[in-house]
């Protein structure tokens, strides 16, 4: 009966944090009780996508906050990632390589292995748009680590999902990639919108956005 009143109380108090994107408080809950972590792996399941987006970069913030204090603990939760990641068909899927972006980019002297395992859900319909995001986010701090993943997003810049070329074009321009800059032209005036997670929330963006934005980058390097 505990166990499942500790389930319940963990389950609530993530929903709490992740309503009010308390990432502070999220992280003191990880430190004092480690189950935290599998609450917000669970919390990837919640039917409001901004909470499971909030999900993915708390899950993200804990795995590079837990190793700070135990590599091994870890390293062997973002291999249970990735197994997940192969295996989950459901909605929540889509969820797991943006948490896993987040670890990378924020522990990337533990989890740099991983980056380019990210590779494999690029070639997934379902899961490409959030493995590209995943790339872009850990080539915002870190982009040596995913440099070779640059060639496999342009098939995504050409996707018929607007979320796919707006991905793949914010990826594309955090790794100042040069070659990029003939698409990310035609993308220009691509006026389709989709709905892109930063720093805690959803901002509608068109694609033409994403691509000049990236272009300005492409200038900047």
């Known amino acids: ?13 993530v929903t709490e944090l992740l309503l009010r994107a308390d990432w502070e408080g999220l992280l003191r809950e990880v430190e004092a009780e480690p189950a935290y972590v599998g609450a917000l792996f669970r919390a990837l399941h919640l039917p409001d996508p901004l909470l499971a987006w909030r999900a993915a970069e708390g899950l993200g913030r804990a795995l590079a906050n837990v190793a700070e204090r135990d590599r091994e603990c870890a390293l062997d939760r973002m291999r249970r990632l990735f197994w997940a990641l192969n295996d989950e068909s459901g909605n929540a899927g889509r969820y797991l390589a943006p ?8 522990a990337p002297e533990v989890f740099r292995d991983f980056a380019l395992m990210l590779l494999n859900p690029l070639d997934e319909p379902f899961l490409a748009a959030s ?11 870190h982009r040596e680590l995913v440099e070779e993943v640059a060639p ?7 996707s018929e999902e607007p979320e796919a070329r707006g991905c793949a074009a914010w990826a594309l321009g955090n790794l100042r990639w040069e070659e990029a800059r003939p698409e990310l032209e035609k993308l220009r005036e691509d006026a389709s919108s989709f709905f892109f997670y930063r720093k805690g ?3 509608r963006k068109t ?8 272009l300005k980058k492409l200038a900047e390097r």
């Open 207 to 214: 694609v033409g956005e994403m691509a000049a934005e990236a």
């Open 201 to 203: 929330n959803l901002h």
């Open 152 to 158: 496999h997003l342009l098939p995504l810049a050409r």
């Open 99 to 106: 948490a896993v972006g987040e670890a990378v980019a924020r």
């Open 1 to 13: 009966m505990h166990g499942q009143e500790d389930f319940r109380r963990r389950k609530e108090r």
């Open 131 to 141: 493995a590209a995001w995943a790339v872009g986010r850990i080539a915002e701090e």
